[in-house]
């Protein structure tokens, strides 16, 4: 859905020098996170989203809503450019190769932005100030903005090491993996300069907006959610039936207590619901850059449960794409 990590991986096996700088680079963002109270214990308690009573169906419905004309958008695009192709009367199937800059440039930002409206109209629909609790609202905008320059200044040393690792993994083991995304490389090649421009924004700000309001909006606040009231239930107290006085345990009770909802939630639980949105989110990737977008999302997911706030992730997301983008662009600069 998104071209993270595309290009961070693309870099030959670093030599010995290169090492140290990315060593350091994580070093600085470890400093950056210990100082930002990240390793602090129980850090990734925030504030609670939902109501433990309040149900999370609309919530599912209104995402699978937006990943639905996100599909039928891509397939009404593609279907339309197969439609021209054979047209033209070619003697051979149709193949993705076939796809021009514009198709690249629709398929960067309609499907995204389709989606995304149909989620948020959605939001507003099902009520219960949705968007200001999973944090989307303007007043909430600056705040989430400024907690995002710190937390890329702090995940983005932690990809860079990670994608390293990764590269000379690859290598070690002679795998061979495409040398970039292929909207990366559409984007590279085209010289139509507005095909471009709507590439770019398509990777760097409609893609982190309708995947962040998905996975981490939708999806990861609802399982949250659900572990929340899973547990709640488990500590429900176990009633006592009996007659005989004498027979009433003494002291503290032995089975399950019952916990108020001021209880702070279970950190374990806030990391198994970041941890399952993560592996759903780097899933839909492609298979070599799974790695480093699941220590992303990780970082994401953090981000989100110890703010509430969904300006957050989006921002992180946002800068990551662009730097990645920029980076890329730079490159290949000299190539072309």
């Given at each position: 859905?998104s071209?993270l990590a595309?290009?961070?991986t693309?870099?030959?096996?670093?030599?010995?020098?290169?090492?140290?700088?990315?060593?350091?680079v994580l070093?600085?963002?470890l400093s950056?996170?210990a100082?930002?109270?990240?390793?602090?214990?129980?850090?990734?308690r925030?504030?609670?989203r939902?109501?433990?009573?309040?149900?999370?169906?609309?919530?599912?419905?209104?995402?699978?809503?937006?990943?639905?004309?996100?599909?039928?958008?891509?397939?009404?695009?593609?279907?339309?450019?197969r439609?021209?192709?054979?047209?033209?009367?070619?003697?051979?199937p149709?193949e993705?190769a076939?796809?021009?800059?514009?198709?690249?440039?629709?398929?960067?930002?309609?499907?995204?932005?389709?989606?995304?409206?149909?989620?948020?109209?959605?939001?507003?629909?099902?009520?219960?100030?949705?968007?200001?609790?999973?944090?989307?609202?303007l007043?909430?905008?600056?705040?989430?903005?400024?907690?995002?320059?710190?937390?890329?200044?702090?995940?983005?040393?932690?990809?860079?090491?990670?994608?390293?690792?990764?590269?000379?993994?690859?290598?070690?083991?002679?795998?061979?993996?495409?040398?970039?995304?292929?909207?990366?490389?559409?984007?590279?090649?085209?010289?139509?300069?507005a095909?471009?421009?709507?590439?770019?924004v398509?990777?760097?700000?409609?893609?982190?907006?309708?995947?962040e309001?998905?996975?981490?909006?939708?999806l990861?606040t609802?399982?949250?959610?659900?572990?929340?009231?899973?547990?709640r239930?488990?500590?429900?107290?176990?009633a006592?039936?009996?007659?005989?006085?004498?027979?009433?345990?003494?002291?503290?009770?032995?089975?399950?207590?019952?916990?108020?909802?001021?209880?702070?939630?279970?950190?374990?639980?806030?990391?198994?619901?970041?941890?399952?949105?993560?592996?759903?989110?780097?899933?839909?990737?492609?298979?070599?850059?799974?790695?480093?977008?699941?220590?992303?999302?990780?970082?994401?997911?953090?981000?989100?449960?110890?703010?509430?706030n969904?300006?957050?992730?989006?921002?992180?997301?946002?800068?990551?794409?662009?730097?990645q983008?920029?980076?890329?662009?730079?490159?290949?600069?000299g190539?072309?």
């Open positions: 859905m071209i595309a290009a961070a693309t870099q030959p096996a670093p030599p010995g020098g290169e090492v140290v700088f990315v060593t350091v070093l600085v963002g950056i996170a100082a930002a109270g990240v390793f602090r214990s129980g850090s990734v925030g504030p609670d939902l109501d433990p009573a309040a149900p999370r169906g609309p919530l599912w419905f209104v995402m699978i809503a937006g990943v639905f004309v996100w599909l039928a958008a891509q397939i009404v695009i593609g279907a339309n450019r439609s021209t192709y054979e047209a033209t009367g070619a003697t051979r149709f993705l076939d796809l021009t800059a514009m198709d690249y440039a629709l398929l960067a930002t309609a499907p995204g932005v389709a989606g995304l409206l149909v989620i948020l109209v959605g939001d507003v629909l099902v009520g219960r100030n949705m968007l200001r609790r999973l944090g989307l609202t007043r909430q905008f600056i705040p989430g903005v400024l907690k995002g320059i710190v937390g890329i200044l702090i995940l983005m040393p932690v990809i860079l090491f990670a994608s390293y690792c990764l590269t000379a993994f690859y290598k070690w083991v002679g795998f061979e993996h495409p040398s970039e995304h292929d909207l990366l490389r559409i984007m590279n090649e085209t010289g139509d300069g095909h471009r421009v709507l590439m770019i398509g990777a760097t700000l409609v893609a982190p907006a309708f995947e309001i998905v996975f981490r909006g939708h990861q609802p399982l949250v959610g659900w572990f929340d009231s899973v547990a239930r488990m500590r429900e107290p176990v006592v039936v009996t007659t005989d006085v004498a027979e009433i345990p003494a002291g503290p009770p032995a089975g399950p207590i019952a916990v108020s909802p001021s209880t702070p939630r279970p950190v374990w639980r806030l990391w198994l619901a970041i941890a399952i949105t993560s592996l759903v989110f780097a899933g839909i990737h492609p298979g070599w850059t799974v790695p480093v977008i699941f220590v992303l999302s990780l970082g994401l997911g953090y981000a989100y449960e110890r703010t509430g969904l300006w957050v992730p989006l921002t992180i997301h946002l800068l990551f794409n662009t730097l983008t920029t980076f890329f662009l730079f490159s290949r600069q190539q072309n």
